[in-house]
Structures are given as C-alpha cells and as structure tokens.
C-alpha cells in the first residue's frame, strides 16, 4: 500500500467524510492523532494532513491507511497533496487562519531584501507559505508567489515572467496531471488579474533551471508585479497548464508605503478613503492596444460593437477597441491582421480577454458559457476561426459544435 495509490477525488471523498464526522470523531474513528504541523487548506476549511490521506486511501483502494503504516511530513504526506492540487498552512510558522491578507509592499522589506531560506521570507510577512509556491484564493486574490524558476515550462526574462500554475507535478516539478483554476492559489492569481492587485515576487535559485534573473543562493524579493493575462495551455509533457504573464510594476508607481487590505466584497463597510490621495498604483488596468490593422476593422464597423451591437459617441467621435482574438507578443505571437482582430465595446472587450465571453466557429457566442446569439460580420471582414479556438482553448472551453 503506497501513497501513490491516493487520487484528488479519493482526497474530496475523505473531506467530505471528515465534515460529516467532525474533527475529533473523525479522527477518533480512523485512529489518528491531530496534525502535528501541516493543515491541509480547501473551501475556507483546514484538514489535518496524515489523516486525510489516510482515509483518502480507503476511499481509493477500498483500504484504509493506517497511522503506523506511513509517516506524515512536507516529503511523505505535504509532497502528495501537493501534487494533488492541494494548499496548505504551516501551523508553527506560516499565517494563522484568522490573519488578514495584504497586497502590495510589506514595510520595512525594500526590493532586492534577500533571505536565507522561505521561513525566513515567511517570517518577514514576504511569502508567508513554507511550501505552498501561490499565497492566495479565489476570493481575495493571491499577494504573493515564488518564482525558482523550477519546473520546465516556467520562463524567466526579468520584468516578464510566464509562470506557471499550482498543481499536478511529481517530486522532481515534472508535470503528470492537468492543471485547473480552481486551485485556490491559481484561482487567486486569475482574481488578481481581474481585480488588478499587484503581486509580490519572490525569486529563488534552483541548481537544475538556473536563471540569470534568480540569486546565486537562497531567496530575494524581487518587487511588484502584474498579472497581465492568464490562459490554459499544453505543456511541455501535453498536460494542461495554468499560465500567467506577469509583468514588473515600475518603482515609482508601485504600491503605497502602508499595506493594502482588500476591501469588503459585500460592501457593508464603506472605505474611509483618501483626503490627499498621492500617486500610487494600487490596482492596475489593462493594456487596450491599438494598430493601424485595428483601426481598419473598428473603421469597418463604423465602431459598432460585433457582440451586442452598442456604439458608444465621445463627444463628437464614435469609440471601439480592438481585441485582437490571439494575443500579439510572447508567449501567443498572435499575427497583427484583421482576421485576428474584433471590434468590440469596452465591456465585451474585458468579457473577452478574460475568457467570460468565447465565441465558436460557427460565430456564435457564448458568455459564461450560456448562448448569447450570433457575432455580427461585415463582409470585407473575415474572422480567423482558428484564432478563435485558440482563444477557447486557452480558457479551457472547448467547440460545442466539434
């Protein structure tokens, strides 16, 4: 009996038994002893590790796992569910359940501040996970990551950094499962996008990928970035992946000198605002680029939007964007030519980039999965359907009409 035999929906089975037990029975009937350091972090709950995948194992093989039969740790047990997908808090020195998440600079920790090991960038408030590579969820955003550089299809170019997502490796960082969004810290990184909360970046040195951009030994805070796009791709092992392209958030407009709390999702409490505000980039916006190639097919369309038709009037000038369907620049390279090119409302175009809105082959649309009629056309203007299944593909939504 092996820890290799554990599956993600052996491991939901067990926490759902765990849930309905409670902690104490839970533990009582399966005969294990409470965590002695790694809690295992899903949906706003926390698990104690050895046990969960104890009883995940009898979920798996039909054989439960006992205490005796295997020993719990960050190379045992936190390396499996790591694998899995899984998050977790260090209980002896990673932030308590109750502690608040901040984004943005910690004071006191300038950029280029170097640490010997993650406890110490833990202990710092820098990246306050030991293992975990995300500090983040779904419903706040993620504040931090580190990036080593270590598994083989991150890339490094400096003020850019393609990274990639939480979940699915082995030991060695090879990937042997798909990735999806919804673990919680690539869920956290997609929010950040969204919601344009700068990222803490911490940089490590790994001896098996250096980079010219990591220290030489142990861990640097290496600044604020952006999460500039997000998709799903093909790995170099033909799983799939969550990606991130983060960009490096200029020095002199990066965050203020106070951490920022994110603020109340409900709204019950109004902020207290900013008398005197001075400049500081607490969230950033997209980029809305624009070409000669662009101009031609907002000109087409005389500005009107092709998904709900609207034409917006400045003034005494009608205003569009164009969204070009396969991103121009690393890592798409999409072509800048009107087959790649919609015109699109300034809200269609943020449902598009952020993969709310796709729109199959056939032209028909889709928003949040849900039909929502047809793209509209102009004759001079052909749309490149393969530039519109890549745009599903990398948003994980494939062609209902395939």
């Known amino acids: 009996m092996t820890l290799a035999e554990v599956t993600r929906e052996a491991v939901l089975e067990a926490m759902a038994e765990y849930d309905r037990l409670g902690r104490e029975r839970f533990l009582k009937t399966n005969g294990f002893g409470r965590a002695r350091q790694y809690l295992v972090l899903h949906a706003g709950r926390e698990y104690d590790s050895k046990a969960l995948v104890g009883v995940a194992h009898k979920y798996a093989t039909g054989s439960l796992l006992r205490a005796s039969e295997f020993s719990g740790g960050e190379r045992t047990v936190v390396a ?46 820098v990246h306050r996970a030991l293992i975990a590579e995300i500090v983040g969820n779904g419903q706040d955003g993620a504040e931090s990551i580190v990036a080593s550089n270590k598994y083989e299809d991150d890339e490094d170019y400096g003020s850019v950094i393609i990274y990639t997502g939480h979940g699915g490796r082995d030991d060695s960082g090879r990937q042997v499962k798909d990735q999806t969004f919804d673990s919680p810290g690539n869920a956290g990184l997609r929010t950040s996008m969204i919601d344009g909360k700068p990222v803490r970046v ?5 001896p098996r990928r250096p980079s010219p951009y990591a220290p030489k030994v142990g861990y640097r805070y290496d600044g604020l970035f952006r999460v500039e796009k997000t998709w799903l791709a093909d790995g170099l092992r033909d799983f799939k992946v969550c990606r991130f392209r983060l960009v490096k958030i200029e020095s002199e407009l990066v965050a203020p000198p106070e951490l920022e709390e994110p603020a109340d999702k409900d709204g019950s409490t109004e902020p207290s605002g900013n008398e005197k505000p001075d400049r500081r980039a607490s969230t950033v916006q997209r980029v809305v680029r624009s070409t000669k190639v662009a101009e031609y097919v907002k000109g087409l369309h005389r500005h009107v939007c092709q998904v709900c038709g609207h034409r917006l009037i400045v003034g005494d000038r009608a205003y569009s964007e164009g969204a070009h369907i396969r991103a121009l620049g690393r890592p798409h390279l999409g072509p800048d030519k009107p087959t790649n090119v919609l015109c699109l409302c300034p809200n269609c175009h943020v449902l598009f980039d952020y993969g709310a809105l796709t729109i199959d082959d056939d032209l028909s649309l889709r ?5 929502a009629g ?19 593909t990398r948003y994980g939504k494939a062609n209902p009409s395939s």
């Not at 932030?95 to 202990?123: L, M, Q």
């Not at 911490?202 to 790994?206: E, I, P």
């Not at 928003?367 to 039909?371: E, F």
Request: aromatic share 10%; charged share 35%.
């Open 202 to 206: 911490v940089r490590g040195h790994d």
């Open 374 to 392: 047809q793209l509209r056309t102009h004759p001079h203007h052909v749309v490149g359907t393969e530039y519109l299944e890549y745009h599903r």
């Open 367 to 371: 928003v949040n999965g849900k039909p």
């Open 80 to 125: 499996k569910l790591n694998e899995l997908g899984f998050e977790f808090r260090d209980s002896k020195v990673s932030a308590k359940a109750d502690e608040k998440v901040f984004f943005g600079k910690i004071p006191g920790v300038p950029e280029g501040t170097a640490f010997a090991s993650r406890k110490e960038a833990a202990e710092r408030k």
